[in-house]
């Protein structure tokens, strides 16, 4: 099975800074690739999709690209509203195996 | 608007039995794959189970392979996790999502709030 390794698993950043997150695939998956939001306490929200392809309500200063093996998730401008773990999840084939998270805060 | 509500969990000794179900509404549930995905406390999502619009397919992961079963009625627009053998690792909030499409695992689009499982003598 494919193994998705997401790093870092933690990052503190201050308002305003530019985040990355990136995932990263044992095997490629073109761009069968989404990426989730979880607030504490809440469900997942599906941020983006297909890689790349923002969800429709989510803000723009989340952008996602990659495609292969390689993946990333970039917070432009960080707000407060934005801290959360965030996972990615591949989808190409089952099993649907998600990420390990990044828990992102505000310095 | 799509709503997705869990029901089923609570409290079980190790080797019991559960059935968790997840009402729908909102959306034409006969045309939409489901999934089941579950979160121990304090750790990352695991996709569990998804099945197909019709019923006609199935898919597990291998943590929970031979031991849970997805079902779905389209009558009663709900979604089931049938699981046994139960174990302390099955702890965990299981999510009912909803897929984007149909006849093709994909991402979740919606999810309901979780339902808590806890195996525990």
């Known amino acids: 099975d494919i193994q998705m390794t997401q790093s870092p698993s933690s990052l503190s950043a201050s308002v305003g800074d530019r985040v990355t997150i990136t995932c990263r695939a044992s095997?490629?998956?073109?761009?069968?690739l989404a990426w989730y939001q979880q607030k504490p306490g809440k469900a997942p929200k599906l941020l983006i999709y297909?890689?790349?392809t923002l969800q429709s309500g989510v803000p723009s200063r989340f952008s996602g690209s990659g495609a292969g093996t390689d993946f990333t998730l970039t917070i432009s401008s960080l707000q407060p509203e934005d801290v959360a773990t965030y996972y990615c999840?591949?989808?190409?084939?089952?099993?649907?195996?998600f990420g390990g998270g990044t828990k992102v805060e505000i310095k | 608007q799509v709503q997705l509500v869990e029901s089923g969990g609570g409290v079980i000794q190790p080797g019991g039995s559960l059935r968790l179900s997840c009402a729908a509404s909102?959306?034409?549930?006969?045309?939409?794959?489901m999934h089941w995905v579950r979160q121990a406390p304090g750790k990352g999502l695991e996709w569990v189970a998804a099945?197909?619009?019709?019923?006609?397919?199935?898919y597990y992961a291998d943590s929970v392979k031979g031991r849970f079963t997805i079902s779905r009625d389209n009558s009663k627009n709900t979604l089931y996790l049938q699981m046994n053998s139960l174990r302390a690792e099955d702890t965990a909030v299981y999510y009912c999502?909803?897929?984007?499409?149909?006849?093709?695992?994909?991402?979740?689009?919606?999810w309901g709030q979780g339902t808590l499982v806890t195996v525990s003598s």
């Open positions: 999502a909803k897929d984007r499409t149909g006849g093709q695992n994909s991402y979740q689009n919606y």
């Open positions: 909102g959306f034409s549930f006969n045309i939409f794959d």
């Open positions: 099945i197909w619009f019709d019923g006609n397919n199935k």
């Open positions: 095997q490629g998956i073109s761009n069968y």
């Open positions: 297909a890689a790349s």
């Open positions: 999840q591949k989808y190409n084939s089952a099993p649907l195996t």
